[in-house]
């Protein structure tokens, strides 16, 4: 049973930063490409980030580039995201995903606020 735990949400200022983290379960996690979506209040989920089941590519939507950085250590089946000079507009319940299975997990809250 796939199981996917994301924590490290919290309430930050502009500029400021947070790390997400998720811990994945269930399935073999070193063999997937795992990505990072959000969904912000009244919006459409939208992916964040991706990466590599090795970790050596990344990909990153034109919102968050240069901002956020993903990564994951297999031997710890977790997933990271990396979030930087963070803004308003980045505020939204952040999901870690394997695109191999239906599973979401609960989401972490992140909270910009000026």
């Known amino acids: 049973q796939v199981q996917l735990v994301e924590s490290g949400g919290g309430l930050v200022q502009p500029g400021g930063s947070l790390r997400l983290s998720c811990a994945a379960s269930g399935f073999t996690f070193t063999l997937y490409v795992m990505t990072w979506f959000r969904q912000a209040p009244g919006k459409e989920r939208e992916l964040v980030a991706d990466?590599?089941?090795?970790?050596?590519?990344?990909n990153y939507a034109d919102s968050v580039k240069g901002r956020f950085t993903i990564s994951r250590d297999n031997a710890k089946n977790t997933l990271y995201l990396q979030m930087n000079s963070l803004k308003p507009e980045d505020t939204a319940v952040y999901y870690c995903k394997s695109l191999k299975f239906a599973s979401w997990g609960q989401g972490t809250q992140v909270t910009v606020f000026s």
């Open positions: 990466i590599s089941s090795d970790g050596r590519i990344t």
